[in-house]
């Protein structure tokens, strides 16, 4: 092979090598990246765990920090009883089924907001715990995301958010 060749074919090689370990672009240029909601499938949640309006999110994959952001607050009620509220930006640290040091989500007890500060997913229930109390779900229940404002309940069809055995707020 003659210095020309040789050239050209270690050209082409770190073309194709370079094109092979880019990342993928959309047609706006921008890099794809798995949504905030793929990234919770990827770590054993399901979906509904975050309401429907993210906009962003970061992983940093050796620590597993993460945040979410939406355009603002959102609020709703779920199944006539419970009130959820997300912060702007929602901030954890993820790892397989456990999200933990949990920012910017809250739940009202009778009249109180409390921070929710861990999700454990056990089998096909997720725990939630504010601290010195937690409540369980079936994961089931978490299927589809809630709309700010509505909920689940945003076509004037109640969804049934069904508790698990365990969830009323227990003692931790």
């Not at 919770?40 to 994959?61: A, M, R």
Request: charge should be negative; proline fraction near 5%; charged fraction near 15%.
């Amino acid at each position: 092979m003659s210095p020309t060749e040789s050239l050209y074919a270690t050209a082409f090689f770190f073309f194709w090598v370079a094109m092979l370990s880019a990342p993928v672009a959309s047609s706006s240029g921008e890099e794809r990246s798995p949504s905030a909601y793929q990234v919770l499938q990827s770590y054993g949640f399901p979906v509904g765990l975050l309401p429907k309006g993210i906009t962003g999110h970061e992983l940093d994959e050796a620590t597993g920090e993460f945040t979410a952001s939406m355009n603002g607050t959102c609020s709703f009620t779920l199944d006539n009883s419970y009130q959820l509220k997300y912060e702007q930006s929602i901030e954890g640290v993820i790892e397989k089924e456990r999200l933990r040091r949990l920012k910017g989500v809250s739940v009202k007890v009778t009249v109180v907001w409390l921070s929710i500060v861990e999700v454990v997913r056990q089998g096909g229930n997720l725990e939630f715990s504010v601290g010195v109390a937690s409540a369980g779900f079936p994961v089931e229940n978490f299927a589809e995301c809630p709309r700010c404002g509505c909920g689940l309940a945003c076509n004037a069809t109640l969804s049934e958010f069904r508790p698990s055995s365990s969830s009323s707020l227990s003692s931790s």
